[in-house]
């Protein structure tokens, strides 16, 4: 059973900077795609960024210059850093995981979710 816990949310002023982490628990033999989502009230789950397992990455054109995904040296961990935080950034962001293998399963998991607020 895999397990994702996620950290970092919070109200922050425009401008300010938050780091969101998350971090994979259980027998995992790789994952393909690290990514984070987000949904504001009343709009769809939209992906903000995501990094492949070679490193590669992409990013929102809103959130490009702005926000930067890291795998960490810890095994199956995945950040989000962000700077320059802007009203519209407000959502709760959540966690994915695809393309996770456990000896010969493949699926994807999400994180519960955590609320980020830009506000003055």
């Known amino acids: 059973q895999v397990q994702l816990a996620e950290s970092g949310g919070g109200v922050v002023q425009p401008g300010g900077s938050l780091r969101l982490s998350c971090a994979a628990s259980?027998?995992?033999?790789?994952?393909?795609?690290m990514a984070w989502y987000r949904q504001a009230p009343g709009k769809q789950r939209d992906l903000v960024a995501a990094?492949?397992?070679?490193?590669?990455?992409d990013y929102a054109d809103s959130v490009k210059g702005r926000f930067t995904i890291s795998r960490g040296n810890a095994k199956n961990t995945v950040y989000l850093q962000m700077n320059s935080l802007k009203p519209e950034d407000t959502a709760v962001y959540y966690c994915?995981?695809?393309?996770?293998?456990?000896?010969?399963?493949?699926?994807?998991?999400w994180g519960q979710g955590t609320q980020v607020t830009v506000s003055s």
């Open positions: 259980g027998s995992i033999d790789s994952i393909a795609t």
């Open positions: 990094i492949a397992r070679v490193g590669t990455t």
């Open positions: 994915y995981l695809g393309g996770v293998r456990i000896v010969q399963n493949v699926r994807e998991y």
